[in-house]
């Protein structure tokens, strides 16, 4: 673990021969290509015009792959050693197709321009260590064809997605990250800081004990929590909805919800019970007004009447809890 964690038992670049360096320049190639195959595939259902992006980058290594097959064929033979990437120390890393694809379209046309780049700088430097004419000419053209690559993604962006197209695929991740993301958690942060705010409050006037407050305020944050998290994931699967991945919603919802409470049951853990009060108090009308700018960011609610409505309703749990804690 730790040998392959600091790089120990990796062979330097240095030390490779033109064989070595042409089967480290196929197997690169045939990853990439993968990548970008992965990334279209992921992109295919949602946004069409994008995916046709990386299937043609996908052709393009499939090219680079199958001239660097030739060479070593002619050169070496059919065998080809193997030799990828992680064997190679300070070779550069690519990221998993996984750990990428749900950064969303741009994040993933970043990270292929970021490909390219490095391609090129690594047959830059692989045609400075071959001494045969053949094998320099490819790498160092393969080079050139890398750079001018970088820029692959907009140029096929510029005929496969015209400013209309990007629009609607913008408009449509955005979206999903509102239905996935924001539409549960912002109903997790409502029930969270409106539900919890009756009991905590009417325990804090009803016993003056700070610490009795917040174990009331953490069970009552935590059990809505975990209450609205499977109930989000439960009762939709987003098959038919399309409103994404019900554990990333039920996530959404449940960690939004226990922090809704939590916000004013931690100011508790102060001793001095109209201290704790007051701060308190202060979360809760942050919490409130966050809430109404959610509200008014990305469901489009007007802010005054998103405002009026969090703020009303707040006011009214909060009044009760007082009441029924003084009573």
Same mark, same amino acid.
């Given at each position: 673990?730790?040998?392959?964690? @600091?790089?120990?038992?990796?062979?330097?670049?240095?030390?490779?021969?033109?064989?070595?360096?042409?089967?480290?320049?196929?197997?690169?190639?045939?990853?990439?290509?993968?990548?970008?195959?992965?990334?279209?595939?992921?992109?295919?259902?949602?946004?069409? *015009?994008?995916?046709?992006?990386?299937?043609?980058?996908?052709?393009?290594?499939?090219?680079?792959?199958?001239? =660097?097959?030739?060479?070593?064929?002619?050169?070496?033979?059919?065998?080809?050693?193997?030799?990828?990437?992680?064997?190679?120390?300070?070779?550069?890393?690519?990221?998993?197709?996984?750990?990428?694809?749900?950064?969303?379209?741009?994040?993933?046309?970043?990270?292929?321009?970021?490909?390219?780049?490095?391609?090129?700088?690594?047959?830059?430097?692989? $045609?400075?260590?071959?001494?045969?004419?053949?094998?320099?000419? =490819?790498?160092?053209?393969?080079?050139?064809?890398?750079?001018?690559?970088?820029?692959?993604?907009?140029? =096929?962006?510029?005929?496969?997605?015209?400013?209309?197209?990007?629009?609607?695929?913008? $408009?449509?991740?955005?979206?999903?990250?509102?239905?996935? @993301?924001?539409?549960?958690?912002?109903?997790?942060?409502?029930?969270?800081?409106?539900?919890?705010?009756?009991?905590?409050?009417?325990?804090?006037?009803?016993? *003056?004990?700070?610490?009795?407050?917040?174990?009331?305020?953490?069970?009552?944050?935590?059990?809505?929590?975990?209450?609205?998290? @499977?109930?989000? $994931? $439960?009762?939709?699967?987003?098959?038919?909805?399309?409103?994404?991945?019900?554990?990333?919603?039920?996530?959404?919802?449940?960690?939004?919800?226990?922090?809704?409470?939590?916000?004013?049951?931690?100011?508790?853990?102060?001793?001095?019970?109209?201290?704790?009060?007051?701060?308190?108090?202060?979360?809760?009308?942050?919490?409130?007004?966050?809430?109404? @700018?959610?509200?008014?960011?990305?469901?489009?609610?007007?802010?005054?009447?998103?405002?009026?409505?969090?703020?009303?309703?707040?006011?009214?749990?909060?009044?009760?809890?007082?009441?029924?804690?003084?009573?």
């Amino acid at each position: 673990m730790l040998s392959r964690l @600091f790089g120990f038992h990796r062979r330097p670049f240095e030390s490779l021969s033109e064989q070595e360096i042409l089967a480290l320049a196929i197997s690169s190639e045939e990853d990439d290509g993968r990548i970008y195959r992965s990334y279209a595939d992921g992109l295919r259902d949602q946004f069409p *015009q994008s995916a046709k992006i990386f299937e043609e980058m996908a052709d393009e290594e499939d090219t680079h792959r199958q001239a =660097l097959i030739e060479l070593h064929r002619k050169r070496f033979g059919e065998t080809i050693p193997l030799i990828r990437r992680e064997h190679v120390r300070g070779y550069y890393q690519r990221e998993p197709d996984w750990l990428v694809k749900p950064l969303g379209i741009d994040k993933v046309r970043a990270a292929a321009e970021q490909m390219e780049n490095q391609a090129y700088r690594f047959y830059l430097e692989a $045609a400075k260590r071959c001494t045969d004419a053949s094998t320099r000419e =490819l790498l160092g053209d393969l080079a050139h064809t890398e750079k001018a690559h970088e820029a692959l993604a907009q140029r =096929l962006g510029s005929s496969h997605t015209p400013r209309e197209v990007k629009e609607q695929e913008a $408009a449509a991740e955005r979206r999903q990250f509102i239905l996935t @993301f924001v539409q549960p958690g912002l109903a997790g942060l409502m029930d969270g800081s409106v539900s919890t705010l009756a009991p905590i409050f009417a325990a804090a006037f009803a016993t *003056q004990d700070t610490r009795q407050t917040f174990l009331v305020g953490l069970s009552a944050s935590v059990g809505a929590g975990i209450s609205m998290g @499977f109930t989000e $994931a $439960a009762h939709d699967d987003g098959k038919l909805s399309g409103r994404g991945s019900p554990v990333k919603r039920g996530l959404a919802s449940g960690i939004m919800t226990a922090t809704g409470g939590l916000g004013h049951a931690l100011p508790y853990l102060i001793p001095q019970f109209w201290t704790a009060t007051i701060i308190a108090v202060c979360v809760v009308f942050v919490e409130l007004w966050a809430i109404a @700018f959610i509200q008014n960011r990305y469901m489009e609610t007007p802010f005054l009447r998103a405002a009026f409505q969090v703020v009303l309703g707040g006011a009214l749990v909060f009044a009760a809890g007082i009441l029924i804690g003084s009573a």
